[in-house]
């Protein structure tokens, strides 16, 4: 009988993953994750080039797991089998990270929120706007995609959020978009944008808590910087 044939990575390939069972992906570089990720459809081949050239490519975990199917296939060592293991994880990460924020307080535990914002929408070539719809206790109900492409006051209708919004019955909602430049400083069209939807909330009293912009590793909160505030005392004054 013929013996399973070894490879030059196989020993490090076992060494990665007794790392992993006994700390999890703390200490791994990425490219580490795209190899273990990667080993799981091709178990008879090193993986560790693929790996970072994958990295190098990509630039980043997310812009590997985020990679049009295509442009992932044109890195020697990934093919159709890894390509489905890649886009897998990646939706179930996502469904993971959505389901553990539906029902929290999104506004006293916001690291959920921009761990689930970031890992969505942190890492897309194209702007995503995201609405995030919230009870009465401010628990996440649902999240919807409202728009893709470049933000504009013609790309958001608050129309269009708010009948979102109401087919949940949501008391009130959050906003997010990303900025692929990674530079999350406002645009005039996103404070354009975020004050026409703050006072269509205000018309239908719900409440707009935040507009959160993801950038590269960070983020800029449209409620942090008082926008929300100075927002809603402008249409208080437009209305008295």
Same mark, same amino acid.
């Given at each position: 009988?013929?013996?399973?044939k070894s490879h030059k990575g196989q020993g490090h390939r076992q060494r990665l993953r007794e790392r992993f069972l006994a700390n999890g992906l703390d200490g791994f570089h990425d490219y580490e *994750?795209?190899e273990l990720l990667l080993t799981l459809a091709t178990p008879r081949k090193d993986c560790k080039d693929a790996a970072k050239e994958a990295m190098t490519r990509f630039k980043t975990l997310q812009?590997?797991?985020? $990679? ?6 044109? *890195?020697?060592?990934?093919? &159709? @089998? ?8 990646? $939706? *179930?990460?996502?469904?993971?990270? @959505? ?24 890492? @897309? #070539?194209?702007?995503?706007? #995201? $609405? ?10 649902? /999240? ?5 492409? /470049?933000? /504009? !006051? ?14 949940? !019955? ?5 906003? $997010? ?6 530079? &999350? ?6 404070? !354009? ?35 929300? #505030? ?8 437009? /209305?008295?």
């Amino acid at each position: 009988m013929q013996q399973n044939k070894s490879h030059k990575g196989q020993g490090h390939r076992q060494r990665l993953r007794e790392r992993f069972l006994a700390n999890g992906l703390d200490g791994f570089h990425d490219y580490e *994750v795209i190899e273990l990720l990667l080993t799981l459809a091709t178990p008879r081949k090193d993986c560790k080039d693929a790996a970072k050239e994958a990295m190098t490519r990509f630039k980043t975990l997310q812009g590997v797991l985020e $990679a049009e199917p295509a442009e992932l296939c044109k *890195v020697d060592g990934i093919g &159709p @089998k890894n390509l489905f293991t890649v886009r897998l994880i990646k $939706a *179930v990460a996502d469904r993971y990270l @959505k389901k553990k924020l539906i029902h929290k307080d999104a506004i006293n535990d916001s690291k959920a929120l921009f761990d689930y914002l970031y890992h969505n929408i942190g890492d @897309k #070539k194209r702007e995503f706007f #995201k $609405a995030i719809f919230l009870n009465s206790k401010n628990q996440v109900i649902a /999240t919807n995609t409202i728009s893709e492409g /470049t933000l /504009t !006051a013609s790309s958001v209708y608050p129309r269009e959020v708010i009948q979102a919004a109401l087919s949940h !019955a949501a008391a009130a909602i959050i906003f $997010a978009h990303n900025h692929p430049s990674g530079d &999350p400083q406002p645009s005039s069209e996103d404070v !354009a944008v975020t004050r026409q939807l703050v006072f269509a909330g205000k018309i239908m009293g719900m409440v707009v808590h935040e507009h959160i912009i993801i950038g590269e590793n960070r983020y800029f909160s449209f409620a942090d910087q008082g926008y929300i #505030k100075q927002m809603n005392r402008e249409f208080e004054k437009l /209305t008295a």
